[in-house]
Every structure is written in C-alpha cells, then in structure tokens.
C-alpha cells in the first residue's frame, strides 16, 4: 500500500471539501435573505469547518509529499473509500460548530452530525433535524450547505475530484472504484474527458432545473437545494413537509412543481452516458437499452398498481394540500369524497418515482396506504435507478442480469447438456465473471441486510418506539424499512422513518450503524468492506 501517495490524494479531497463550503456562506447575508442575528452562528461554523478542512488536508499532504504518482487497484479502493469516511466527517462540522438544533433544545452532537452529513453525501436523504423552516434552529446557510453535499455526492466526490485535477491514468482508477453499478455503457474515452462528460450533463440537469423552478415561482434558494436533492436522488428539502409544501403556498402552482420534478428525478435515475447518446443526437441508443426500458416499465407498471389499488381502498381520498382543502368543505362528508383518477395518478407517480429512483422526496404521506401498496412500496426500494445514474438501490440492470442468470439455472436443470450464453438486449454478454459477481452482490446484500436487522433490533430499546406513540410491536418492521432505507440510500421508510417521520429519536449505535449503512449502499459494498481488511494494508 502507498502509504504517502494515500495521504497526498485524501489531502486533496479535504481541500475540496473545504472550498466547497464557501458556496453556503453568501446565504447568511441579509443580501441574500439571510437574518443575520441567527445565521452568524453558522457563518462562524461555516469558516471554522473550512479551516479546519484546509488544515487537515495541508496536513495530509504534507506527510505524503514523497508519494509516487502511480496508483494502483487497490490504493485506488483506499482512496475512495476513505475519502467518503473523512468527507462524513469533514462534513459534519458545520452542523457541530455552528450549533445546529435537531429539535428545540436539542443541539445536534458528533454523531447525529455525521449522519447528516453522510446522509447528504451518500444521496440518502435521512435526517435527524426535526425543524427545518426556524433558522433560530437551523440556520438557512446550513440549511444550504446540506443541500450541497446532495450536489457533491450525487455524481461522486471523486469524479468531481478527477474534473477539477485530472489525476492523468489514476483518474481512471479511481473513478472505476467509485462508478455505481455494472455499467454496460463503460465509455472507452479518457477518464478525464469521461468525467467533464458526465460532470457537464450532472450540471446542465442542475441548472435547467433549478431555471424551471424559478419560472415556476420557487426562490432562488429553495430551487437550488431543491434541484440539488432532485438531480443527485438525495431527497433533502427546505421544508418540513418536503415537496408538499408547495401545493399549500398561495399563487403557486403544486402540481406543476410536483411534475417537474418528477420529470428530472427521472432523468437522473436514468443512465448518463445514454442521456449523452441523445445529447449528441443518437437517440436509438437510449431507446435501444433494455435497462431504461426495463426502468420504465417498471414505474409505468407500479404506478398503475399503486394508483389502482390506492382508488379502491380510498388511499388518496384525504391526500397532500386536498387534505386541507376536504376539511373545511361546507357539510362535505369527507367519507364519500371520490377524487379524480388524474389526483391519483399525480400522488402515485410522484411517490412511485421518488422511490424507484432512491429520491425519497414526498407529497403524501404513503405510510398510511393500504397494505399491498405499501409492500410493493417496500420492494421498489431494493430496485433502485440504472447503473450510471445518480440513484442508489441494487440498480435495474443486477435485477435484469440476476433474473437471466436464474432462467438459465432453471433451464440447465432439465437441459444438463444445453449451453445458453447470457444475453442483454439479444447480445451475449462475453464478461462471465459478471454472473457471478451479481450472484455474490445479491448475496452480500442480503447478508448485510439481515445482519443490520438483527444488530438495529438487538440495540434500539423499546422506548424508541413507546415513548414517541408507536406500538412496540411493529419493531421488527419498522427495523426492517430502516435498514433498507438507508442500505439502498432512501431516505423515508415505513412506520417509525414514514414519511412524515425522520430518525432522531434512535440511539447512537443505530444512527452509527445507519451512517455505515449509507456509505456501503452508495458505493456498493467492496470499497468499503475492503477498508476492514487486515491483507489489504499490508505492502506486497
């Protein structure tokens, strides 16, 4: 292991990390709507939090200034996996220095700081902060910078890392350790020139959303943190009710905000190199993949069972700012109110993209659905985005190769001699070590997960749950949809982490737990299991 060349690089990411948080100071200025008398608190933690950032990484890459500048495999799994551990951590200080509340009276402490902060780097979304619209709470530049680590984290620290310096051939190394899932479009340009691709379209999202947004009546601020957390599938809002806050303010125009969203969460759970097919005017490529037809078909397919089901079991009779709207309706028997089926398909959809694609924004709160819809809810969150998106799960194409690969075995059962290749989109697929490196993803998955469960159930105690109106008796469940929200970089989950809930009130070992959590879902298990490795630190 290069040792010195490991501390030059994370060196360099603690410097980023530390530049980036510049971009949040502008928002406790009275010129950009800030109220000084509470955000100077968290200015001051915002410059503190950045000295410190530049402190540590002049301090790493003081002691690797020998390194060499060859970078192998397993230096470059060192690299990101540790870069994502001390970005938790680097993250997490301005929430610490400036004071930050989770809860009137209650300040965040270290580990509910790197939750937060490895919850808006992973693109999971979960929070512990129970009050985000006071800024006496939660100051508005804070409030900016987590939406920031959402804009940092969706694409990767890294390929933003190899944008700004290249790296030359060990860029490719390292954005190879980063890249989520099995990409069937690896691109054979230079990396670098790979990363400005992808960088340029991440940004281009970015600021064609956050335009829309404006045009739509939404802030400056609320627009920017908005798309942040649409764009990177990370799901943090500025306000306690997320997107639903919005079909409840005067003059604007809910539905339409809600749609638009819907529209770019979709695109960025869709594969970027195939959003650069179409940019470069090759289409067929995009419609061609049998991931983003599969992708489709999937919400298409969900949405129609959600909506349908919801219909009949009145799940959106009472449902978003309609709630507010069927309440107060002269003598209106809130029982026999039959909305129109486009009401449910716009609540459906969004709720159904939010989490096919690990967003996990919300306007309704889909905890109070009925039972099935709510399993099959539970279950889109193992399915995830493509690979090469910015969302998080298991990604459609594992499920599409696991689902090959098991007709296969079936079929071999009864055909010991017939010989099948596997095939995507009526094209073999020649990497065989592919197949069994998605068997072995499937299995880790579900070994980490039940591992999770039981540790989540063993160490939360019961007055979690009694002590905040919640019948004990759902734990096993409510532990379940925790682990799986924050495994598959979620956010919200069923029960005690609806929609409408968040995960302050669990104990410290579940948060830590929850933090490790997010951090192997976004990069996909082997970065981060590797790091517990005696063998891998050892000099061959």
């Given at each position: 292991?290069?040792k010195p060349?490991?501390?030059k690089?994370?060196?360099?990411?603690?410097?980023?990390?530390g530049?980036?948080?510049?971009?949040s100071?502008?928002?406790?200025l009275?010129v950009?709507?800030?109220?000084?008398?509470?955000?100077q608190?968290?200015?001051i933690?915002l410059?503190?939090?950045?000295i410190?950032?530049?402190?540590?990484?002049?301090?790493l890459?003081y002691l690797?200034?020998?390194?060499?500048?060859?970078?192998?495999r397993k230096?470059?799994?060192a690299v990101?996996?540790?870069?994502?551990?001390?970005?938790?951590?680097?993250g997490?200080l301005p929430?610490?220095?400036?004071?930050?509340?989770?809860?009137?009276?209650?300040?965040?402490?270290?580990?509910?700081?790197?939750f937060?902060?490895?919850?808006?780097?992973?693109t999971?979304?979960?929070?512990v902060?129970?009050e985000?619209?006071d800024p006496a709470?939660?100051?508005?530049?804070?409030?900016f910078?987590?939406?920031?680590?959402?804009?940092?984290?969706?694409?990767?620290?890294i390929v933003?890392?190899v944008?700004i310096l290249?790296?030359?051939?060990?860029g490719?190394a390292?954005?190879?350790a980063e890249?989520p899932g099995p990409s069937?479009h690896?691109?054979?340009?230079?990396?670098?020139?790979?990363?400005?691709?992808?960088?340029?379209?991440?940004v281009?999202?970015?600021a064609?959303?956050?335009?829309?947004?404006?045009?739509?009546?939404?802030s400056?601020?609320?627009?920017l943190c908005?798309?942040?957390?649409?764009?990177?599938t990370g799901g943090f809002?500025?306000?306690?009710?997320s997107v639903a806050?919005?079909?409840?303010?005067?003059?604007?125009n809910?539905?339409l905000?809600?749609?638009?969203?819907?529209?770019f969460m979709?695109?960025?759970?869709?594969?970027?190199m195939?959003?650069?097919?179409?940019?470069?005017?090759?289409?067929?490529?995009l419609?061609d993949?049998?991931?983003?037809?599969t992708?489709?078909?999937?919400?298409?397919?969900?949405?129609a069972m959600?909506?349908a089901?919801g219909?009949y079991h009145?799940?959106?009779?009472?449902?978003?700012?309609?709630r507010?709207?069927?309440?107060?309706?002269?003598?209106?028997?809130?029982?026999d109110?039959?909305?129109p089926?486009?009401?449910?398909?716009?609540?459906?959809?969004?709720?159904?993209?939010s989490?096919?694609?690990?967003?996990?924004?919300?306007?309704?709160?889909?905890?109070?659905y009925?039972s099935?819809?709510r399993?099959?809810?539970?279950?889109?969150?193992?399915?995830g985005?493509?690979?090469?998106?910015t969302?998080?799960?298991?990604?459609?194409?594992r499920h599409?190769?696991?689902?090959?690969t098991?007709?296969?075995?079936?079929?071999?059962?009864?055909?010991p001699?017939?010989?099948?290749?596997?095939r995507?989109?009526?094209?073999?697929v020649?990497?065989?070590?592919?197949?069994?490196?998605?068997?072995?993803?499937?299995?880790?998955?579900l070994?980490?997960f039940?591992?999770?469960?039981?540790?989540t159930?063993t160490?939360?105690?019961?007055s979690?749950?009694?002590?905040?109106?919640?019948?004990?008796e759902?734990?096993?469940l409510?532990?379940a949809t925790?682990?799986t929200a924050?495994?598959?970089?979620i956010?919200?989950?069923?029960g005690?982490?609806?929609?409408?809930?968040?995960?302050s009130?669990?104990s410290p070992a579940?948060?830590?737990?929850f933090?490790w959590l997010m951090?192997i879902?976004?990069?996909e298990?082997?970065?981060?299991?590797v790091?517990?490795?005696?063998?891998?630190w050892?000099?061959?």
């Amino acid at each position: 292991m290069n040792k010195p060349l490991l501390c030059k690089l994370l060196g360099l990411v603690a410097m980023l990390i530390g530049g980036s948080m510049a971009f949040s100071l502008p928002w406790a200025l009275p010129v950009f709507g800030g109220d000084w008398q509470h955000e100077q608190e968290g200015f001051i933690g915002l410059i503190g939090s950045m000295i410190i950032c530049f402190a540590v990484g002049t301090g790493l890459r003081y002691l690797g200034r020998n390194g060499s500048s060859q970078l192998f495999r397993k230096e470059a799994m060192a690299v990101v996996g540790l870069s994502w551990v001390l970005a938790t951590v680097l993250g997490g200080l301005p929430y610490r220095l400036s004071g930050t509340y989770r809860a009137a009276g209650v300040r965040m402490n270290s580990v509910d700081a790197m939750f937060e902060s490895q919850s808006g780097f992973s693109t999971t979304g979960a929070t512990v902060l129970n009050e985000l619209e006071d800024p006496a709470l939660v100051p508005r530049c804070i409030l900016f910078w987590r939406s920031s680590t959402h804009f940092l984290g969706g694409l990767g620290i890294i390929v933003l890392f190899v944008v700004i310096l290249g790296q030359g051939s060990a860029g490719k190394a390292l954005m190879r350790a980063e890249m989520p899932g099995p990409s069937h479009h690896s691109p054979q340009a230079r990396m670098q020139h790979t990363a400005w691709v992808l960088f340029l379209i991440y940004v281009g999202l970015n600021a064609t959303l956050t335009g829309l947004l404006l045009v739509e009546g939404l802030s400056l601020f609320d627009a920017l943190c908005h798309a942040f957390g649409t764009m990177a599938t990370g799901g943090f809002s500025t306000y306690n009710a997320s997107v639903a806050h919005f079909a409840t303010v005067p003059g604007l125009n809910g539905p339409l905000i809600e749609m638009t969203i819907v529209a770019f969460m979709f695109l960025a759970g869709t594969n970027f190199m195939l959003l650069y097919l179409v940019l470069i005017l090759k289409p067929r490529g995009l419609l061609d993949d049998i991931e983003w037809r599969t992708y489709t078909a999937v919400i298409v397919v969900v949405t129609a069972m959600i909506v349908a089901f919801g219909l009949y079991h009145h799940d959106f009779d009472q449902c978003g700012a309609d709630r507010d709207v069927i309440a107060v309706a002269d003598g209106a028997d809130q029982t026999d109110y039959s909305p129109p089926v486009g009401n449910a398909v716009r609540y459906g959809l969004f709720q159904v993209v939010s989490l096919m694609t690990t967003t996990g924004y919300c306007t309704d709160d889909f905890n109070q659905y009925n039972s099935f819809a709510r399993g099959v809810l539970l279950l889109l969150m193992f399915v995830g985005g493509c690979a090469g998106s910015t969302g998080g799960g298991l990604k459609v194409i594992r499920h599409i190769l696991f689902c090959k690969t098991l007709w296969l075995e079936v079929e071999q059962a009864f055909h010991p001699s017939v010989v099948r290749p596997l095939r995507l989109g009526g094209k073999p697929v020649e990497d065989q070590e592919l197949r069994k490196n998605v068997l072995v993803y499937f299995g880790l998955i579900l070994a980490i997960f039940t591992i999770s469960w039981m540790l989540t159930i063993t160490l939360e105690p019961n007055s979690t749950w009694t002590d905040h109106g919640h019948a004990v008796e759902h734990k096993l469940l409510d532990a379940a949809t925790c682990v799986t929200a924050t495994l598959n970089n979620i956010g919200p989950g069923l029960g005690i982490v609806g929609a409408t809930k968040n995960y302050s009130n669990f104990s410290p070992a579940s948060k830590i737990l929850f933090t490790w959590l997010m951090m192997i879902g976004r990069l996909e298990i082997f970065v981060i299991l590797v790091l517990f490795v005696p063998g891998f630190w050892r000099n061959q």
